[in-house]
């Protein structure tokens, strides 16, 4: 049987990614332009049809596909801030350089007459985890992406739930202590200000500034040394801490454990789902965070949903994942 | 055009109510058994299909209906606690005297070969909303149903979310307030140790006892009198004393409304929907409730969804939402 192939784009803030997509999960060829670069959606298209083209004249060669017609194509799928599935429009998007609403299944249909089809990033992501990853087979799953902020997607029935107003799953903003930490978007106690790479942080500089005083910094050399300013903490460096035995870096991740085991078992009461999968920078700490995490879990779970939920990793690679899933979209019945 | 039947059944702890519900949403008939009568689920069923039987013969005379045959009915919905919408079963209810697995589609099918649906409550009285309520043409809603508990039924894309296990929507579950007041099913700080009747009157009961001495208790005759002891307070008498102007009791539904409010706002981040709606004894009381819940669900809304979603009343009639819910779920694809 011949192979099918599609385009994802991941629009970021800095760079567009996409890639020519062969249906057994296999990303083909890959480009990249500076989104930076665009104020306007017209060249931003026309610009990124250039290196679909590109792409499509390279081929397959591994299947000995030599080139590829646009009108072969599955279709295209664009994941994208505030990327609404329901008019194929990006709104308003906070950290892009184009502002407005974005009418961008209207401009490709401008050079092409394929599917064309947008949704925001963590949903594609789920979605990628749905046609390709490791929720192949479940019509009911939740995938959280940890970043810079905390993203969501929720499939229901085999469908992503965008809502009334296409924007549903957005569980980084669901109010998990009320009154708590303040978050991006305003208000108090939301999950993205304690479990986002910047909640990460914010966590162990409230630990160390607690417990490091300049007379003993220098008998705990397994903390990140005292020198490091805050400002200039990462993530990254707390999870190789705490792989690397610093208590207060294990104390971070056993806090963030437990908050978003917590986040799990709530979201459970709303769509009990078969599984919840994990992504991004702050889970590749692996054992501190999933230990912690896995036991909140079960401690905050209502017991009809005992055993019919597990918590799982993402099975896409990092660097890929982003594009599988604008790639994914195109198969989701509208 | 003439119109179609079904039998809705609500079944209670104490009474399972049935009714021949007709398609524009009037129950024609309706009949009682004590549910507390029956450890097995044949005598039961039996006893059912002879008031249904009952219901047939009386007819539609409003219609010139004279009777009704078995087979010309549309279905037999049914709600019941832990009713599980893909199996038909009703599992290990914790509040009936009949035990077990009970297979009610399996022993109603020995009796006629129509569509048997099940549902849990708070679902079918969401079902019953879309069909029959305020929520026709409506494909994305929630339902939240206060009474002894906190029961909920979410609408996606015009389904019921039953999730991998048939139990999704338990939104009085959901963990509000971590490390909060011990809630019915053993753990801490769930909406429904909040805002059910029991919570209600627990905050009632804790404000009382803070202001409340020997001494000044006679100087305010609009409290709930002194001499009604804790164990006899009721949310109804707590509303009534709301809206004759006891301090304490407005003072309760302030708090309610705060924390349903958030409970309200928390679930726009799962499923974005169009409206909220609100049933059951406990929201009765209007003013008291309403504006404080109206207000924090604004304070708590992620400004993506502002403006999206509305708080509204179950529009229908208390005494018919469980038959008609239950009627309702007929209409619901699998």
């Given at each position: 049987m011949q192979n099918t192939y599609a385009i994802g784009i991941d629009v970021g803030g800095t760079n567009t990614d996409m890639g020519l997509v062969r249906d057994d999960a296999k990303v083909v060829e890959r480009r990249s332009i500076p989104t930076t670069n665009y104020t306007a959606i017209g060249p931003y298209v026309r610009d990124i049809m250039t290196q679909i083209e590109s792409m499509l004249a390279a081929g397959d060669p591994e299947k000995g596909v030599g080139s590829i017609a646009l009108n072969e194509l599955t279709g295209i799928g664009m994941g994208a801030p505030n990327g609404n599935f329901y008019n194929g429009c990006v709104e308003w998007a906070p950290n892009l350089p184009m502002k407005g609403v974005l009418k961008f299944e209207e401009e490709f249909h401008k050079y092409v007459d394929i599917p064309v089809v947008l949704s925001n990033d963590a949903n594609a992501a789920a979605y990628g985890e749905y046609v390709y990853g490791?929720?192949?087979?479940?019509n009911h799953f939740i995938m959280i992406t940890l970043g810079t902020g905390v993203g969501s997607g929720v499939v229901v029935d085999g469908k992503l739930v965008h809502g009334f107003t296409g924007t549903a799953g957005e569980l980084g903003h669901n109010i998990l202590i009320p009154g708590g930490r303040k978050c991006s978007c305003g208000r108090r106690g939301c999950l993205e200000a304690y479990t986002s790479a910047r909640g990460i942080v914010q966590t162990y500089v409230e630990l160390r500034n607690e417990k490091c005083t300049p007379s003993n910094a220098a008998q705990h050399p397994e903390w990140i040394a005292a020198s490091v300013p805050d400002s200039e903490i990462t993530s990254k460096m707390i999870g190789d801490a705490a792989n690397a035995g610093d208590p207060l870096a294990k104390e971070t991740y056993r806090k963030v454990g437990e908050w978003l085991g917590l986040a799990c078992a709530n979201a459970c009461t709303f769509s009990a789902p078969q599984a919840i999968f994990l992504m991004g920078g702050p889970t590749k700490v692996g054992a501190p965070l999933l230990e912690p995490l896995r036991e909140s879990f079960a401690a905050n779970l209502l017991n009809i949903y005992q055993g019919s939920c597990d918590i799982h990793m993402s099975q896409l690679a990092a660097n890929e994942v982003a594009i599988l899933g604008a790639a994914a979209l195109i198969n989701m019945r509208k």
């Open positions: 490791g929720a192949r087979g479940m």
